[in-house]
């Protein structure tokens, strides 16, 4: 088990988690992943990225989202609560070198899992923008430590309330096109904005790496619910990636694929009553 050292809230259902787990501390590198399991060996997996490691500690910290029943009950857990089980580092770790322009553009809560790619980034030497989209101001997360790393930092809000009222393609688009043209882009957020990125880069030939996050429950590639299509090729986002070329990602597969879990979310929400409530006549 893992013990929870921190937790608090960074916006609202969006949550910080530190806890122990001295050998995922010791070897992950960025972009790498863990699956977590809250509770009982029947509880389910999730997938969540690293967004800070402390090996001196044997740390591990996480960033992560109450949208689902899962991740609304690991919300639950404070410090000194357990993790059940946590599993990791895995999927293949970031490509880091020193491309020249480097820049990272983070939607939401892909913001954290992009802050340990800008931290490698940077030490490699690159000039590093960092594009961060949200819809309000009071989603934006991890601003301090993005402006701590980067070169520039582009806030971009839905309503206008921090930074630009834009979308990220935008200024990303303005920077393709611009003399100080990127050598490499990495997009982390919502599949339909990590989309969008790869098109708006794609007629500028820019390299586009996106950070994919799907359905796993294994992490070891047998189940083959993370599978997606690269390339015209199937690929398996928890052994193969989680980084792609953006450029070949079939998204709209991806889409669909993840819209047909919808349903089952909410199954599993619903909390049956079926012989508990009197029947009529009864």
Request: with cysteine; hydrophobic share 40%.
């Amino acid at each position: 088990m893992n013990k929870i050292l921190e937790k608090r809230r960074l916006s609202n259902d969006v949550y910080l988690m530190r806890f122990e787990a001295p050998l995922i501390a010791s070897e992950r590198r960025a972009g790498q992943f863990l699956i977590v399991q809250i509770d009982t060996d029947f509880g389910e997996r999730i997938p969540l990225t690293i967004a800070d490691a402390d090996p001196r500690e044997g740390s591990i910290t996480i960033i992560f989202q109450a949208v689902g029943m899962t991740t609304r009950r690991l919300a639950e857990k404070n410090a000194g609560d357990t993790l059940e089980n946590v599993l990791g580092p895995l999927g293949q770790p970031t490509h880091i070198e020193n491309f020249g322009h480097a820049v990272c553009v983070g939607g939401g809560i892909g913001v954290a899992p992009l802050h340990p790619i800008a931290q490698a980034l940077k030490a490699a030497g690159n000039k590093l923008t960092v594009i961060m989209g949200a819809r309000n101001k009071d989603l934006i997360i991890l601003e301090e430590q993005m402006r701590a790393l980067a070169d520039e930092v582009i806030l971009c809000t839905d309503d206008g309330s921090a930074g630009l009222k834009a979308l990220v393609t935008q200024p990303l688009k303005e920077l393709c096109e611009g003399p100080a043209k990127p050598d490499l882009v990495v997009a982390i957020g919502p599949p339909i904005m990590m989309k969008f990125c790869a098109e708006t880069t794609r007629p500028f030939g820019v390299k586009t790496m996106v950070s994919l996050n799907t359905i796993m429950v294994d992490g070891t590639g047998m189940c083959g619910g993370c599978r997606v299509n690269v390339g015209g090729k199937t690929r398996f986002v928890c052994v193969d990636g989680p980084e792609f070329d953006g450029h070949l990602v079939d998204f709209d597969n991806m889409l669909l694929r993840l819209q047909s879990y919808k349903g089952r979310e909410e199954q599993d929400r619903h909390k049956c009553q079926i012989g508990l409530t009197p029947q009529a006549g009864a």
